[in-house]
C-alpha cells in the first residue's frame, strides 16, 4: 500500500500566479488533509490551488507523492461531466466500501503533471478536508478573498409583505467579497414567532454549518429558507454565532431609515 508521504520539507515561500494551459494556479502553504472512512487519501504540505476556467472558486491539487494513487484507477471521461474542461487524465476512486466514480484528475501541462485533484462539489467522494487542524466545507478557501463579521450600530430593519419581521441597533454586518453585505440579527430582534423552522441546512468554507433555517409562515410568497443562522460558526467569524440572516434579495431591508435596492444574485433564485 502507498501512504502519504508528507514532512517538514522547505517550501519556498511565493505568491505567484502561473497558467498551465487552460488553467491558472498558484502554490499554498497550508496543511491540507482529506479522508475517507478510516483512510487518510490527501496529506500534502505542498498543495496548489487552481482556478479553472469559468469557475469563481478554486479546488487543490496535490503532487502524487502525497495522495493514496494506490486507490486511483484509471477511467474514461464521464460525458455527462460538464466541468473540469482542462482535465487530461480521469481516476475512479476505490474505496472498501465504495467506488467512486471520475473522483480525481489530472491537468495539463508541465507545471501541474505530477498533480492530482479531487472533486468537492455535490459528489460523496471524501468525507472530510482539514486545512491544518479546521475542518472545511464546499471547496477550498480562496486566498484573494475575504469575510469579515464587524459589529455595528446601524438601525437596521427587514419587511416581508409590509411586516416589519426584525428591527435592530446592534447588527453584525458580514462583508464578503463578491457578496452583498449581509445583516446577522440578534435573535431576541427577530419575530421568529412569524416563521416556520425547517430541516435546511447550508456549509459554507467561510463560516461552517449554517443548522437553522426558517421559513415565511404568512401568505405572501416568498422564497423558501428566507432565514438562517450558525449555531456553531468558524473562529474567525464566531461574533456571528445563533443571530439570524435573511436572503436581501428577497426581503425589503432598510438601514439608517433608507431602503436598500434589493440585490440580484445567484441567491434570487428559489433554493427548491
Known sequence: MTAPKS?????????????????????????????????????????VLVWEP???????????????????RRTERPA???????????????????????????????ELADHISFEWFGRDVLDHWYEEDEEIFVHPRDPHKRVDALPSSRHVQVEIAGTVVADTHTPVLLFETGLPVRFYFPREDVRLDLFTRTDGHTRCPYKGLASEYWSWAGDADVRPDIAWSYPDPLPSVEIIKDRVAFYDESVDVDVDG???????????RPSR
Do not use: N, Q
Open 258 to 268: 433608507v431602503r436598500r435596492e434589493r440585490p440580484v444574485t445567484f441567491f434570487s
Open 54 to 72: 469559468g469557475r469563481p472558486v478554486p479546488l487543490y491539487a496535490f503532487p502524487t507523492r502525497d495522495v493514496r494513487t494506490d486507490l486511483l
Open 80 to 110: 455527462s461531466l460538464r466541468r473540469h474542461a482542462g482535465a487530461t487524465v480521469f481516476y475512479d476512486l476505490v474505496l472498501p466500501d465504495r467506488t467512486v466514480g471520475a473522483a480525481a484528475w489530472t491537468y495539463p501541462g508541465e
Open 7 to 47: 514532512g517538514p520539507e522547505a517550501v519556498p515561500v511565493v505568491r505567484r500566479r502561473e497558467k498551465s494551459d487552460s488553467v491558472f494556479w498558484e502554490p499554498a502553504e497550508r496543511w491540507v488533509r482529506a479522508t475517507a472512512g478510516e483512510l487518510t487519501i490527501v496529506d500534502s504540505r505542498r498543495p
